[in-house]
């Protein structure tokens, strides 16, 4: 595996690679999630490139940057076996010269959810996958739908702007006890870590709810409201939402004429934890 981290580098080994390429972006701290986006990357295409890189344009000032976990020898590691072709991990000044003015931004897909409580993230994604799509000019690229509004976001900003890479749904990774896999598991206390199955658990069972309910003619917020109550009156957790939208616009669902999932971002302790599942 080539390790590869000046942009004047990735620029000349892709240029001088043959055959397809299939991208996997990741921040790293990798786990079988990742692994599952590489695995899917490697059916797709003849040349597989990944990239770490903790994107400092998507963090607010508030968050956890300076303390995401960076685990970069296990990393290559487990990029190694999988036989990945080419890792690209950039540096930060390389990536996000000080005193840039231009970025991507999109609206509406980026409002609700996610984009209500963490501002500016969504652009600091476009703009840097769009960096990484023009370095790295992939046919395919995967993403992963445990993210699913950033999913939605890529696969609408491949088509709009004409970035001309497919773009690749992989579904959730989710542990045994149904958590979904995530680099930031690994700051849960281990009191924490045995209540965090919760929110798949809460989600699960609206989801039955509502199927029930829209059997019976009753409306989709009852059972909406009651995971709201359950996730709420759990005092380990801070809620951040908890709603039904449509897989296309993200807009609120009240039925399920159209494909639809369930959306959930929950504080347990200092862990930010989002999850979703379709309806
Ligand atoms: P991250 O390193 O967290 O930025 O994630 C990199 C990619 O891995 C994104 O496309 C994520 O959606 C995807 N990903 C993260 N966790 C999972 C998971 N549990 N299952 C599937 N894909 C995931």
Do not use: W
């Amino acid at each position: 595996m080539k390790i590869v981290s000046s942009l004047e580098e990735i620029r000349k080994v892709r240029k001088a690679a043959t055959g397809s390429v299939g991208f996997v972006p990741t921040m790293g701290a990798l786990h079988e999630g990742h692994l599952a986006l590489v695995q899917e990357a490697k059916k797709r295409a003849e040349r597989v490139y990944c990239s770490i890189f903790v994107n400092p344009l998507q963090f607010g000032p508030s968050e956890d940057l300076s303390r995401y976990p960076r685990p970069f020898e296990e990393d290559v590691q487990k990029l190694r076996d999988l036989g990945v072709d080419v890792l690209f991990a950039p540096n930060v000044d390389e990536m996000t010269p000080a005193g840039a003015t231009v970025f991507v931004d999109e609206d509406p897909l980026t409002k609700p959810l996610c984009g209500m409580f963490r501002p500016g993230h969504f652009r600091g994604v476009a703009t840097i996958v769009t960096k990484l799509f023009n370095l790295i000019r992939p046919d395919t690229a995967c993403f992963g739908e445990k993210d699913f509004q950033q999913l939605r976001l890529i696969e609408k900003m491949s088509l709009e702007l004409n970035q001309g890479v497919e773009i690749i749904r992989v579904p959730t990774f989710r542990e045994k006890d149904g958590l979904a896999l995530s680099s930031r598991n690994r700051y849960l206390s281990p009191e924490h870590r045995a209540l965090a199955p919760f929110l798949h658990q809460t989600m699960v069972a609206t989801r039955e709810k509502i199927l029930k309910d829209h059997r019976e003619g009753a409306p989709f917020k009852i059972a909406l409201n009651e995971g709201r109550r359950a996730i709420d009156g759990n005092p380990a957790f801070r809620l951040q939402y908890f709603e039904a939208r449509d897989e296309e616009k993200l807009e609120l669902a009240d039925g399920v004429s159209k494909p639809a999932r369930i959306f959930v971002a929950a504080y347990l302790g200092q862990t930010r934890l989002i999850d979703n599942l379709r309806i």
